[in-house]
């Protein structure tokens, strides 16, 4: 009888961890890819400050951050590459800078091909833009009309 129980209680807590701790493919997002999941779900329905101002609220993001627009030309992260071929754009990071994070959410253009504006971005783009530190990914990624691009680190430590 023993046996049976004992079993039956292993049967349980096999199925219990099948169904509850199975492939979860959130937690193998980095902090990029998991922000620009979040930004393909708001990019038909928000305008860029919007969809910035939503990023900074995901719950991925460990820092007290800020958005606000931006116009064509030097833009952070970029050194002396003039950003151009969009009509709206916002950018958002973290409000101090020992973080190295910044994120950007763009409107093209009619008749910007945003493959090569994402191309661009990643050719010119500094991930050691921040004297102090280094970004450890480049995310980038499009949606209709509007690219989203990032450079940040993989993960945030977990704060206890």
């Known amino acids: 009888m023993k046996r049976i129980i004992t079993l039956a209680l292993v049967l349980i807590m096999a199925l219990s961890l099948a169904a509850c701790g199975g492939n979860n493919e959130a937690e193998n997002l980095t ?8 930004f393909e779900e708001r990019a038909e329905k928000e305008d860029v400050t919007a969809i ?9 993001i460990q ?5 606000m627009p931006i116009e064509p030309g030097y833009l952070t ?3 002396e590459y003039e950003v151009t071929g969009f009509s709206e754009g916002a950018m958002f990071s973290p409000m101090i800078g020992t973080i190295p994070f910044v994120g950007y959410v763009f ?5 910007t091909d945003a493959d090569e504006f994402i191309a661009s971005l990643e050719k010119n783009a500094d991930l050691r833009w921040n004297i102090c530190t280094e970004a450890e990914e480049m995310v980038s990624g499009k949606k ?3 690219v989203f691009f990032v450079m940040c680190p993989t993960a945030f430590e977990e704060v206890e």
């Open 31 to 38: 902090v990029g890819q998991t922000l620009l999941k979040d």
């Open 52 to 60: 910035a101002e939503g990023l900074l609220s995901n719950e991925i």
């Open 63 to 67: 820092f007290m951050g800020g958005s």
């Open 77 to 79: 992260g970029f050194g």
């Open 107 to 111: 409107q093209l253009e009619e008749g």
């Open 144 to 146: 209709g009309d509007k």
